[in-house]
């Protein structure tokens, strides 16, 4: 198939909050860091506002939504207080993703199969406020059918096991991961959703992720903030942005 046009590339600020939150301080300020990225050219701006406020707080999202001019993808628990925020807020995106109180971070896609009930219910008023609602789950097909099945504009692939087996040295075993992320990707597109991806996503793992022609969007947080102490978030940005388009132009 055609690539589908330009990889966007969001911007995760939420660990910007955790830097800030070390030190109960108002420094840094996760709205520069989205002021900042949406100068290095990033396409959207992406925040976690989880249950227990680890990171990012109401106050951030309050900011963002008044301070960026670049889509804000807002990222929570299916809960009614989140439902209520979002409807509040009216971001561009709402990306529903699973969230346990003692993981460190996302650990795995959301069961929307298990749920369909309750999840159609839950996001019809997201939908009737012009939020493109996002299911952020593995590539398991029942999950990405499911997805469809209740109205969903975007699926985000969790890419958190494919670069945690790289990173282990596992590459035949990443390399199966990576079909079933392309399987799930074509699925998704033929479905009629479009497919997005994220979690754990580097330099050196991006690009066979970014070569599939289905995906419009790969949001990436940690590593960026990480890379940004030792080249500057700009300069980090600009490097994901080039190895993006790079894997992109050799569909």
């Not at 097909?141 to 969903?152: K, L, M, T």
């Amino acid at each position: 198939m055609k690539p589908l046009g330009r990889l966007r590339l969001g911007v995760n600020i939420d660990h910007v909050a955790t830097v800030r939150n070390a030190r109960g301080s108002a420094w840094p300020d996760p709205l520069r860091a989205a002021l900042l990225a949406e100068a290095a050219g990033a396409d959207g701006i992406t925040a976690h506002l989880r249950e227990d406020r680890r990171h990012i707080r109401d106050a951030d999202i309050e900011a963002l939504v008044a301070g960026i001019s670049i889509p804000l993808n807002f990222e929570c628990a299916a809960t009614a207080e989140m439902q209520a925020i979002a409807l509040r807020h009216k971001p561009h995106a709402v990306c529903l993703v699973p969230e346990k109180r003692e993981e460190r971070t996302t650990e795995g896609g959301l069961d929307v199969a298990g749920d369909l009930s309750r999840l159609t219910d839950y996001i019809a008023p997201l939908r009737e406020a012009g939020a493109r609602v996002s299911m952020f789950i593995g590539h398991d097909p029942r999950q990405i059918e499911a997805s469809a099945r209740i109205g969903a504009a975007v699926v985000e692939l969790h890419t958190g096991h494919y670069s945690e087996l790289l990173a282990e040295g596992r590459e035949a075993e990443a390399a199966e991961e990576l079909e079933g992320l392309r399987r799930g990707a074509k699925l998704a597109h033929a479905l009629g959703l479009e497919v997005h991806a994220g979690h754990g996503l580097t330099y050196d793992n991006v690009a066979p992720i970014a070569a599939f022609p289905e995906i419009m969007e790969l949001n990436i947080g940690h590593f960026l903030i990480g890379e940004a102490i030792f080249r500057g978030l700009d300069d980090a940005i600009s490097e994901m942005r080039r190895r993006m388009d790079t894997a992109r132009a050799a569909i």
